[in-house]
């Protein structure tokens, strides 16, 4: 097991360096000169510009402004945005809300995805089962910002229950109701992810022969059904863990939300090459160890899995 | 095994104790679209404690879904219909769910078929142990892990203690079948049911297991109901046979009576065709000290295996037209890190196939037969040793010869479910090697397909049909017909009817051999049954580990076998105490 952590650890150098390398590319060959994107309308003079371009290493080849950046990153400078903020102040800000917002709406759709997939692959052909598919298909094909605008009016205007718009700090209870907007795509994925691998799995010979012992139906349920089930529902959450960090712009968009997604959004408009690559590194980063997390969490599910070679 | 026998019969208590299973009128259906359909038509059948009754019937016969109404674990929408299940009085189709629950386990045990798919992959075998002791008992902690032990030692798993945190995976077939009979009889049910409970293991773990369960339910008492499609072995280890057609009971007694004198024409021709028997009343004809051999009405497909035997021997040449020396094949194991283990699959063998007759190449699984095939049919390369075929090696074919070769050396494999193409019909299936080798015109190949469909006995309407349409025993005819198509010297038929119900397997079994003398084929026979060799084999190399551990013609291998594996293969076959003279 230490071996092969080990080992998808230092697979994560040429991710890394792969990726990196690639976002700080398409970010130069974007079309649209940064500076005069800064300063709008108005130009300013030649020797502005020439300043603002040496001092951001924009007067230099690309290879040689990539290598300089990646330099900084491992020294801890992360740059400085165009308006003159620092890259690193404003990922200390953006990057907690992003979390709290993407932990929230990770823990609702596993949470009641799995019940809810659970009860369905239990009834299969009930009343339950038939709702659970069509209001998760409708969920599935309604785009996000529906969603959270149906939401928004109707438990943010009508009943009251929640702001519409989250407050600079936004904090965990306000975050409830963006969470769920954009929990429930990937939800309503898991609640059909679970009913198939639930229903599939009560008509495993290992189940019958757990009945013959003599076991109560919930407890055949649980221990023998459930466990077995939830490998495919870990290897989606590991891959919608990715989703939930880049899916979060159009949500906090909606909710006005600080967030990386946004912060992210702009900074490719304005074509911050050190912003944009900074905040898709840690991403990035974030991303891997998360499907390493879900891989070693695979082997504690199935002892079958081992990562011995 | 004949004194453990006869032994239980004596046991066997007298009628007028009360019967501790009753099964009347039994009527059990599946809920389909179209309405019920039925799978058990009318069943009744008694068990009186201690006694084992056998149910025999080949599959789709709702045996297996008797077994299972007693206990409700009937599959998807199956409900009893009808009938009572009275045991020790009490009507077990009127029971709710909690009062079911009760009777599992701790009154009814339940062995499955399948060792590989019953254990739940992802706890360990102390847990899922553990699990039936607890639900039957109040035995809790340290008493708890100890009663597991038991439970496991008992079964025969020697060192039980040290294998609790394994799980499944890390078990052979045949031990979790001992994991799967432990739980079975953990809670020491009156009755046991055992659903094919070796039918996915070798011969002589088979063997070693039943004897080990026959052994454990006469200590215990337990009454076992024993579901099996092998009527030698149902005879072998019941007193009491029913036998299962369609749904219905078709003939029921005491075992040897059945056996001894089949009344209903579906229970002859099970007796006529069941290899392990049909291959014990060969070995009596062919030592002609049993006075009178023709007891069944089955004598005719024996005299015809004979004969046909008989007239290889003649016709024999005595020059090898496969010829193996000290063939070796080495697989590298991966291993943790970048280190490898070699494994021997096949260590130095030699044997000669002559021209005309049948090779067969017995062993259990992990002994090496199928690479020997593969190895042979030029699928895997040898990594020292010499095949040669006709006079020449094989190894350095290329190209137009390894093609020809091809064309001469024809396979047959296991599984007709997975060998034929699902989306191929019968007639493309089968002209296909004749495109593959362009043979001949389309209207010529149309011509071969229905002149081969008539040689395995199929109609000629077959053609249009697909394989998911057609049963176990007309695709196996069909996987022959294909190989046949290039008009083949030699077939190598590797466990080409093992996956089959008995009486199917003894239909191929005749097929094969009427095809050899009519076409002078050449077989090589990869099997792990011995009962099969008896019916249609001319000389017998036994593989144990990757070796030939004995090569000898087959009379000279079932009459005097020389090494102890052989004997013990032999043994195992099920069979050995029937008295076919009497």
Redesign the interface.
């Known amino acids: 097991m230490l071996?092969y952590t080990g080992k998808r650890l230092l697979q994560m150098i040429p991710v890394f360096f792969g990726a990196t390398f690639l976002i700080y590319f398409m970010v130069f060959s974007l079309p649209g000169d940064p500076i005069s994107a800064l300063y709008g309308e108005r130009p300013p003079s030649p020797a502005v510009i020439a300043q603002i371009r040496a001092e951001y290493n924009l007067d230099k080849p690309f290879v040689v402004q990539y290598l300089l950046y990646i330099g900084n990153f491992f020294q801890g400078n992360l740059g400085t945005t165009y308006s003159g903020r620092s890259v690193s102040e404003v990922m200390a800000s953006a990057f907690p809300i992003t979390a709290r917002l993407a932990m929230l709406a990770l823990a609702f759709e596993a949470g009641f995805g799995i019940l809810v997939g659970l009860i369905a692959g239990l009834r299969k052909g009930k009343l339950f089962d038939a709702s659970a598919l069509v209001v998760s298909l409708l969920l599935i094909s309604v785009p996000t910002f529906v969603v959270g605008f149906v939401l928004q009016f109707v438990f943010g205007v009508q009943l009251g229950w929640a702001r519409t718009t989250v407050s600079g700090a936004a904090p965990w209870d306000q975050l409830i109701l963006p969470a769920l907007v954009l929990a429930s795509v990937s939800f309503a994925y898991i609640v059909r992810l679970t009913r198939a691998s639930v229903s599939d799995n009560l008509?495993?010979?290992?189940?019958?022969?757990?009945?013959?012992?003599?076991?109560?139906?919930p407890?055949v349920v649980t221990?023998?059904v459930l466990?077995?089930s939830l490998v495919p529902v870990i290897t989606f959450l590991g891959v919608d863990i990715g989703s939930l960090m880049v899916g979060a712009i159009v949500t906090e968009g909606i909710f006005n939300i600080n967030g990386v997604g946004g912060t992210v959004f702009k900074a490719i408009r304005l074509g911050e090459g050190p912003t944009v690559v900074s905040f898709i590194a840690v991403m990035v980063v974030i991303f891997v160890l998360a499907n390493l997390l879900v891989d070693l969490l695979y082997a504690a599910?199935?002892?079958?899995i081992r990562y011995?070679? | 095994m004949t004194q453990l026998v006869n032994e239980t019969v004596n046991q066997s208590p007298s009628t007028d104790s009360a019967p501790l299973l009753e099964i009347r009128d039994l009527e059990v259906g599946f809920r389909t679209q179209r309405g019920i359909v039925p799978a058990v038509r009318g069943v009744s059948l008694t068990l009186y404690p201690g006694q084992t009754l056998a149910i025999v019937g080949e599959s789709g016969s709702g045996k297996t879904t008797t077994a299972q109404a007693i206990?409700n674990?009937l599959?998807?929408t199956g409900t009893v219909t009808g009938g009572q299940i009275l045991f020790q009085g009490r009507d077990l189709t009127r029971l709710t769910?909690k009062e079911m629950?009760?009777?599992?386990?701790?009154q009814i045990?339940?062995v499955?078929q399948?060792p590989m798919?019953?254990?739940?992959?992802?706890?360990?075998i102390g847990f899922?142990v553990a699990?039936?002791i607890r639900?039957?008992s109040d035995v809790r902690g340290k008493v708890l892990k100890q009663r597991t032990i038991e439970v496991l030692q008992e079964a025969g798993l020697a060192d039980a203690a040290d294998r609790l945190k394994q799980?499944p995976?890390q078990f052979s077939g045949g031990m979790r079948q001992r994991v799967?009979i432990g739980?079975?009889l953990s809670?020491r049910p009156k009755l046991l049911i055992a659903d094919e409970p070796t039918s996915a293991l070798d011969v002589t773990v088979q063997r070693q297991i039943l004897d080990h369960l026959a052994t454990l339910t006469r200590d215990y008492g337990t009454s076992v109901l024993f579901i099996t499609h092998d009527l030698g072995l149902a005879a072998e280890r019941a007193e009491q046979l029913v036998v299962m057609y369609k749904g219905k009971v078709v003939e029921s007694g005491p075992s040897q009576e059945i056996l001894a004198n089949p009344q209903h024409p579906y229970t002859q021709r099970l007796v006529a065709a069941a290899p392990s028997l049909a291959s014990r009343r060969i070995q009596a004809k062919k030592n002609q000290d049993a006075p009178t051999t023709e007891i069944f009405s089955a004598g005719g497909t024996d005299t015809a295996l004979i004969r046909r035997a008989t007239d290889r021997e003649l016709a024999a040449s005595g020059k090898a037209l496969i010829s193996v020396e000290g063939i070796t094949k080495k697989y590298r194991i991966?291993?943790?890190?970048l280190r490898y283990d070699e494994l021997l699959a096949v260590n130095d063998v030699s044997f000669g196939v002559e021209k005309g007759t049948t090779t067969a190449i017995v062993g259990e699984s992990g002994s090496g037969k199928s690479t020997v095939a593969k190895l042979i049919l030029q699928l895997e390369s040898t990594t020292s040793g010499r095949i040669e075929f006709d006079g020449r090696d094989v190894a350095g074919l290329t190209g137009r010869e390894l093609l020809n070769f091809r064309r001469r050396v024809q396979p047959v494999f296991q599984d007709p479910y997975g060998s034929l193409d699902p989306q191929y019909n019968v007639g493309n299936t089968i002209a296909e090697p004749l495109l593959a080798h362009k043979v001949g015109s389309r209207k010529e190949r149309q011509k071969r397909v229905l002149e081969l469909l008539d040689q395995v006995s199929l109609p000629a309407t077959t053609q249009f049909r697909y394989p998911s349409e057609l049963s176990g025993g007309q695709r196996q005819r069909i996987a022959i017909a294909r190989a046949l198509a290039l008009k083949p010297d030699v077939l190598v038929l590797d466990e080409a009817v093992s996956a089959l119900d008995v009486l199917v397997q003894g239909q191929i079994l005749n097929l094969l051999t009427e095809l050899q003398s009519e076409l002078g084929l050449t077989y090589l026979f990869i099997t792990h049954d011995l009962a099969v060799v008896r019916l249609v084999a001319d000389n017998v190399c036994v593989m144990q580990k990757g070796r030939i551990v004995e090569a000898a013609p087959t009379d000279e291998v079932f009459e005097k076998p020389r090494e102890l594996y052989t004997q013990e293969l032999l043994g195992a076959i099920p069979g050995a105490n029937f008295e076919f003279g009497r």
């Open positions: 071996w008509n495993a010979d290992f189940v019958r022969t757990a009945t013959a012992k003599g076991i109560s139906r407890r221990v023998h466990r077995n599910l199935d002892p079958r011995a070679k | 206990i674990l599959a998807g769910p629950q009760a009777v599992r386990g701790s045990g339940y499955p399948d798919s019953n254990l739940n992959p992802v706890w360990n899922q699990e039936a639900s039957n799980y995976h799967l739980i079975g809670a991966r291993k943790s890190g």
